[in-house]
């Protein structure tokens, strides 16, 4: 059997990038890695560290253009089978302007996380972006369906195109529900965190347990909101594990998200007997069933009629037992990265 060799260009300190890399270092392809990290997170011993900048979450990382040369040599000299890089603007671009240089037969895919294809910093000037790299593309990967219809709007051949998540694979924990409300996403527009507190405030919170994890939140913001909502416990960051038994002991997980791909915490809040009550878009649809397994809201008066139903309703066995199976179903680690390697491995 011939070992292929699998190259990627991602953060290496991103759970998401430990889920990928890890999976086809367990399957003993020969993996590497490039990263603008400082630490690497994966199991991947064959490992470049482009760059000494500092990398920003929110974006602007144009030192990356860079690192292009310095990336080119590296594919020229491994001649790796497959390139994946994640996130379509910023990885996506450095890596096709370098598959190019170096001349390499690699297959290239890509991995588009959501923002970078729904809520990019110039809509129209990344929507030209990412139609030129997405357009020489073997295999694009995306989270959810909304993420699909995008890249549909870009005009990108939909048989290029895999949808799912690379799923969750977290064991179902029995531990003391001492948590009644839950949010976790980062801190900016899309996230709508200030209506979730505005909403919050509005209803009966007395006695409620509360908590907000708010990535990416800056200093004054987080002091603001903790002085003004001092009911509310705040947390900047939380490590992945520590998060798993948050969302354990959690009886409702929020979240209101004009646009996502298919959210790892809801996915893990279903895993873990939490019921959703989240924005009614595309990605939530294609998992949530308003009413039968969790809740869907459209604005502020349903997303406070909704919670104080919840709140006050002691008995969800019914949704608990539906969202089990449908995570085993569709949102299961192994499972799901097995569809992701037959894919990106079909053509050979």
Not at 26 to 34: G, H, I, M, R
Not at 94 to 111: D, G
Not at 125 to 141: A, C, E, M, P
């Amino acid at each position: 059997m011939i070992i292929k060799k699998i190259f990627f260009i991602a953060d290496a300190k991103s759970i998401h990038t430990v889920k990928w890399v890890d999976y086809f270092v367990e399957k003993n392809y020969e993996v590497y890695l490039a990263t603008f990290a400082s630490v690497n997170n994966t199991n991947c011993k064959n490992i470049y560290f482009l760059g000494k900048k500092k990398t920003h979450t929110l974006g602007g990382n144009y030192h990356y253009l860079l690192e292009v040369l310095t990336l080119a040599k590296i594919f020229k000299e491994i001649k790796p089978d497959f390139i994946n890089a994640h996130y379509s603007y910023s990885m996506g671009l450095i890596t096709l302007i370098a598959k190019k240089i170096s001349q390499v037969k690699s297959e290239l895919s890509v991995v588009c996380h959501g923002s970078d294809l729904l809520a990019p910093p110039k809509p129209y000037i990344f929507d030209l972006l990412n139609r030129y790299i997405l357009n020489q593309t073997d295999k694009i990967f995306v989270v959810s369906d909304q993420l699909k219809d995008k890249l549909i709007s870009l005009n990108i051949n939909v048989k290029n195109i895999f949808v799912g998540q690379y799923g969750i694979d977290i064991p179902t924990q029995s531990i003391s529900k001492d948590i009644d409300i839950l949010s976790n996403r980062a801190y900016n527009d899309n996230s709508r965190i200030d209506f979730l507190l505005e909403r919050i405030e509005s209803i009966n919170h007395q006695n409620l347990n509360i908590l907000f994890v708010l990535p990416n939140i800056k200093d004054n913001d987080y002091q603001r909101l903790k002085s003004k909502y001092s009911y509310i416990k705040f947390y900047k960051h939380v490590p992945s594990k520590e998060m798993i038994n948050l969302l354990s002991r959690t009886k409702i997980y929020i979240s209101a998200t004009k646009s996502d791909g298919t959210s790892l915490s809801l996915l893990e809040s279903l895993k873990l007997k939490c019921i959703p009550l989240v924005s009614n878009i595309i990605s939530n649809r294609s998992w949530i069933v308003d009413g039968v397994n969790g809740y869907l809201f459209n604005d502020k008066k349903d997303f406070s009629i909704k919670l104080e139903k919840v709140l006050k309703s002691n008995s969800f066995d019914d949704m608990i037992s539906i969202n089990e199976k449908l995570v085993e179903k569709k949102g299961s680690y192994k499972v799901q990265m097995n569809k992701i390697e037959k894919f990106m491995m079909e053509s050979l």
